[in-house]
């Protein structure tokens, strides 16, 4: 079978509708609307006119809808995983597990919606202050395709949970769960047209949304340069906005540390879902004196890796979900092996024999990296682990800050010296220590320098859907 093609969404620009490619086979998954800033409009429209009747809801009753779609999400994981894995291409156990945050996701905001009050002050000269946190009215939200149904999650939970309405855009090549979570929630009681899906091309459908005058904030995950776009757009009409850009998380791996659990959690870490995660870790930093071992380690890892459909059972690594992203990696990899930045310790190459007829990619470490390797100064969104020594501690921290981006990273040691500094002079939203990249839904998430602005995740995404309005009351 010939390679899957999948369409840039800018040439369906004036066809109706845009086929959805599983990146594993080439097989057709589904097809959705090609929308227009007409679509957002009338989206726009009528989550406003629906939105006052579910701003004014107790916080219980709108906690009793997300329970209830949570509930349903539950019930219907396994064929919510499958259309994911189908869609997107990750391994049904990645599928399973995101579908069941999606859940979580919904839970955790509709345990705190009920908390979402405001303040009361008294004084002899001013008399009664209440201060009232109040919804936005509609929002927007633009999610990427890598981890679909948790950044939803993400959106949809603090804005729906503090009585907006949103608008929400999709990624084009990887729509088809999101519009299915939709309807979990309608079918658990959202009233019609407070939750709008609107599909179709980013240049068109994003930027309606994000110059829209009547949607109040925006809340976009992706790139860099897409985010810089959305803000471009949203800036003038004073809109919230949240960006949740790019990463390149680094890993310091100190002499000390359990090397076996941290060769583990590198490879977890950099290659679930095909490493096309945000906080995956990116580069990889390991003290001198053990890199020869701990490469080592990793190396016999990463050859076990299993890579294949995600819909196989004992599958590690699904395919790189589309055709551009398999070719920009292996040219970054080219261009830092001729450049004689570094070496392959294995892997490298693109798969595309025998069963693998889709965007596959070997599992690959590289290793004796120079810091200005392409692998270590641009973001890397695929499965390639690039390793560096270093000497001291200060080299390790100074390496790891010397990029743009500055979302997550992580320092694997048992020393309190070590940790302290690290935590506080790593540039960074979140600072794991002896773990990566996991997250619960209780903290905030987002990063500092181009990696964005804003914080989602926990209690902290509420200020991005609330506004304080001040009342004083002169007895
Ligand atoms: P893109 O920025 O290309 O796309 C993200 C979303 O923006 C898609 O829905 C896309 O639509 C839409 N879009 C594209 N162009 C525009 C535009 N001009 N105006 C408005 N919206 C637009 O990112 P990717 O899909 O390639 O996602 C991967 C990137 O996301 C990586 O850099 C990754 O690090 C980052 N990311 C960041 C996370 C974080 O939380 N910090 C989490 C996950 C990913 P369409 O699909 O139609 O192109």
Same mark, same amino acid.
């Given at each position: 079978?010939?390679?899957?093609?999948?369409?840039?969404?800018?040439?369906?620009?004036?066809?109706?509708?845009?086929?959805?490619?599983?990146?594993?086979?080439?097989?057709?998954?589904?097809?959705?609307?090609?929308?227009?800033?007409?679509?957002?409009?009338?989206? *726009?429209?009528?989550?406003?006119?629906?939105?006052?009747?579910?701003?004014?809801?107790?916080?219980?009753?709108?906690?009793?809808?997300?329970?209830?779609?949570?509930?349903?999400?539950?019930?219907?994981?396994?064929?919510?995983?499958?259309?994911?894995?189908?869609?997107?291409?990750?391994?049904?156990?990645?599928?399973?597990?995101?579908?069941?945050? =999606?859940?979580?996701?919904?839970?955790?905001?509709?345990?705190?919606?009920?908390?979402?009050?405001?303040?009361?002050?008294?004084?002899?000269?001013?008399?009664?202050?209440?201060?009232?946190?109040?919804?936005?009215?509609?929002?927007?939200?633009?999610?990427?395709?890598?981890?679909?149904?948790?950044?939803?999650?993400?959106?949809?939970?603090?804005?729906?949970?503090?009585?907006?309405?949103?608008?929400?855009?999709?990624?084009?090549?990887?729509?088809?769960?999101?519009?299915?979570?939709?309807?979990?929630?309608?079918?658990?009681?959202?009233?019609?047209?407070?939750?709008?899906?609107?599909?179709?091309?980013?240049?068109?459908?994003?930027?309606?949304?994000?110059?829209?005058?009547?949607?109040?904030? *925006?809340? =976009?995950?992706?790139? $860099?340069?897409?985010?810089?776009?959305?803000?471009?757009?949203?800036?003038?009409?004073?809109?919230?906005?949240?960006?949740?850009?790019?990463?390149?998380?680094?890993?310091?791996?100190?002499?000390?540390?359990?090397?076996?659990?941290?060769?583990?959690?590198?490879?977890?870490?950099?290659?679930?879902?095909?490493?096309?995660?945000?906080?995956? $870790?990116?580069?990889?930093?390991?003290?001198?004196?053990?890199?020869?071992?701990?490469?080592?380690?990793?190396?016999?890892?990463?050859?076990?890796?299993?890579?294949?459909?995600? +819909?196989?059972?004992? $599958?590690?690594?699904?395919?790189?979900?589309?055709?551009?992203?398999?070719?920009?990696?292996?040219?970054?990899?080219?261009?830092?092996?001729?450049?004689?930045?570094?070496?392959?310790?294995?892997?490298?190459?693109?798969?595309?024999?025998?069963?693998?007829?889709? =965007?596959? =990619?070997?599992?690959?470490?590289?290793?004796?990296?120079?810091?200005?390797?392409?692998?270590?100064?641009?973001?890397?969104?695929?499965?390639?682990?690039?390793?560096?020594?270093?000497?001291? +501690?200060?080299?390790?921290?100074?390496?790891?800050?010397?990029?743009?981006?500055?979302?997550?990273?992580? *320092?694997?040691?048992?020393?309190?010296?070590?940790?302290?500094?690290?935590?506080?002079?790593?540039?960074?939203?979140?600072?794991?220590?002896?773990?990566?990249?996991?997250?619960?839904?209780?903290?905030?998430?987002?990063?500092?320098?181009?990696?964005?602005?804003?914080?989602?995740?926990?209690?902290?995404?509420?200020?991005?859907?609330?506004?304080?309005?001040?009342?004083?009351?002169?007895?």
């Amino acid at each position: 079978m010939d390679k899957p093609v999948q369409t840039p969404a800018d040439e369906h620009e004036h066809s109706n509708t845009i086929p959805v490619i599983n990146p594993a086979t080439g097989e057709l998954v589904g097809k959705v609307n090609s929308g227009t800033a007409g679509d957002v409009d009338a989206a *726009v429209t009528s989550a406003s006119e629906a939105f006052p009747k579910w701003a004014v809801k107790d916080g219980t009753e709108r906690a009793k809808v997300l329970f209830g779609a949570a509930a349903l999400v539950r019930s219907r994981q396994a064929d919510l995983a499958n259309l994911l894995t189908r869609e997107q291409g990750k391994p049904l156990k990645e599928s399973k597990n995101e579908i069941a945050g =999606f859940a979580k996701i919904l839970e955790y905001y509709a345990s705190i919606s009920g908390l979402l009050k405001g303040d009361y002050g008294h004084s002899s000269a001013y008399g009664h202050a209440i201060v009232s946190r109040n919804p936005l009215g509609v929002c927007g939200a633009i999610i990427p395709w890598n981890v679909p149904a948790i950044i939803m999650g993400w959106k949809v939970g603090p804005a729906l949970a503090s009585g907006n309405a949103l608008v929400l855009k999709p990624a084009t090549t990887a729509p088809l769960t999101c519009m299915q979570l939709v309807g979990c929630l309608v079918e658990a009681g959202l009233p019609g047209n407070i939750l709008q899906i609107v599909t179709g091309p980013g240049p068109v459908v994003g930027e309606a949304i994000a110059e829209h005058p009547d949607v109040r904030a *925006v809340s =976009f995950t992706g790139e $860099v340069a897409t985010g810089r776009r959305v803000a471009s757009l949203a800036a003038p009409l004073f809109k919230r906005i949240t960006l949740e850009l790019g990463g390149s998380d680094p890993m310091i791996v100190c002499k000390d540390a359990d090397l076996t659990v941290a060769a583990k959690g590198a490879v977890a870490g950099r290659f679930f879902n095909c490493g096309q995660t945000c906080t995956a $870790v990116k580069r990889l930093f390991v003290e001198s004196s053990v890199e020869e071992e701990f490469v080592h380690k990793l190396e016999t890892l990463i050859r076990s890796l299993k890579v294949g459909n995600g +819909l196989g059972s004992d $599958v590690d690594m699904g395919p790189i979900h589309s055709l551009a992203q398999q070719h920009l990696i292996s040219g970054q990899i080219e261009r830092t092996v001729d450049g004689g930045f570094g070496k392959i310790t294995t892997g490298g190459k693109e798969i595309g024999e025998g069963d693998h007829t889709g =965007f596959f =990619f070997e599992p690959t470490l590289l290793s004796g990296l120079d810091p200005e390797a392409p692998v270590m100064r641009e973001e890397v969104f695929g499965p390639v682990l690039p390793v560096m020594p270093f000497d001291s +501690l200060d080299d390790a921290i100074s390496a790891a800050n010397s990029t743009q981006f500055g979302l997550g990273a992580s *320092v694997w040691t048992h020393d309190s010296r070590v940790i302290s500094r690290a935590c506080e002079e790593l540039q960074a939203g979140i600072v794991w220590v002896n773990q990566h990249l996991k997250l619960p839904p209780e903290v905030p998430f987002g990063g500092t320098k181009d990696s964005g602005i804003g914080r989602e995740n926990g209690r902290y995404a509420l200020d991005h859907y609330l506004e304080e309005k001040t009342i004083l009351i002169k007895p």
